[in-house]
């Protein structure tokens, strides 16, 4: 079984596909890496955040397809490479809790945030990963 570094709750996937409908374009997030929001998962419509080589691929979340929308129902997500040296040994979950969402991520208007849970890999993860880095 393939060691993935990034997951979802079932609650922020209902979200992420109430987001998508409501917008009607395929999602993708950002961990952001403090300042202003805090280090949060912002999300964006894909196209309005422009990744770069910069940012590593942490995986995609799988909520399912939306007719017309998005074909393949796939949700990337990145973080800056500076910030994946910190963050490159925690499998990271994207969940929703009840708030105002950060500044720049669509969900703020819908009062519920996007957060991260995190839990360090354990060695035979670490190992695994090892042999497969992020890019």
Request: with cysteine; net charge negative.
């Given at each position: 079984m393939r060691v993935e570094r990034v997951a979802i709750t079932p609650g922020?996937?209902?979200?992420?596909r109430s987001l998508r409908a409501d917008h009607a374009k395929p999602l993708m997030f950002h961990q952001s890496g403090g300042c202003c929001d805090g280090s949060a998962p912002m999300c964006f419509t894909q196209g309005t955040y422009l990744v770069s080589?910069?940012?590593v691929?942490?995986?995609d979340l799988d909520i399912?397809?939306?007719d017309d929308v998005d074909d393949?129902?796939?949700v990337p997500v990145y973080i800056s490479r500076e910030q994946f040296r910190y963050w490159s040994?925690?499998?990271i979950t994207i969940d929703v809790v009840p708030g105002r969402g950060a500044g720049f991520s669509i969900e703020g208007p819908t009062g519920h945030r996007f957060i991260i849970r995190s839990r360090i890999f354990t060695d035979a993860e670490a190992d695994e990963l090892a042999t497969e880095p992020a890019g």
């Amino acid at each position: 079984m393939r060691v993935e570094r990034v997951a979802i709750t079932p609650g922020a996937a209902d979200l992420l596909r109430s987001l998508r409908a409501d917008h009607a374009k395929p999602l993708m997030f950002h961990q952001s890496g403090g300042c202003c929001d805090g280090s949060a998962p912002m999300c964006f419509t894909q196209g309005t955040y422009l990744v770069s080589p910069a940012d590593v691929h942490l995986g995609d979340l799988d909520i399912g397809p939306l007719d017309d929308v998005d074909d393949t129902g796939v949700v990337p997500v990145y973080i800056s490479r500076e910030q994946f040296r910190y963050w490159s040994h925690t499998h990271i979950t994207i969940d929703v809790v009840p708030g105002r969402g950060a500044g720049f991520s669509i969900e703020g208007p819908t009062g519920h945030r996007f957060i991260i849970r995190s839990r360090i890999f354990t060695d035979a993860e670490a190992d695994e990963l090892a042999t497969e880095p992020a890019g």
